[in-house]
């Protein structure tokens, strides 16, 4: 399984970013989509979550400016991101979960500024 992520970038706190993650095979093979993110100097912490029902799970740090989605016909899960904050930068991970285990893509930074 490869995930590719996409989409990071650097933009004011307030400001907004979308972060697309492409799966080697159909989402809906696997049980749940996510992400993941990693602070500099700080450990990998989860970010969200959606299960193939569409039950979404998101940190408490992000709900309400973060939503997630999923679009069967480009085989990915998006992750859109509003009302950035400093704290919000981060190399960020997506993950797929299947029955034989978690699957994860390469980072893409986020970085935002003042």
């Known amino acids: 399984v490869q995930l590719q992520a996409s989409g990071g970038g650097s933009v004011q706190a307030g400001g907004s970013l979308r972060l697309s993650c492409a799966a080697s095979?159909?989402?809906?093979?696997?049980?749940?989509l996510g992400w993941y993110r990693q602070a500099p100097g700080k450990e990998r912490e989860f970010v969200a979550r959606i299960t193939i029902p569409a039950r979404t799970t998101f940190a408490d740090s992000v709900k309400g400016r973060f939503t997630l989605s999923r679009d069967v016909h480009e085989n990915t899960v998006n992750l859109q991101m509003k009302s950035l904050k400093l704290e919000d930068t981060a190399v960020y991970y997506c993950t797929a979960e299947d029955r034989d285990g978690t699957y994860w893509g390469q980072g893409t930074q986020v970085t935002v500024s003042s």
């Open positions: 095979r159909g989402i809906f093979s696997f049980n749940a």
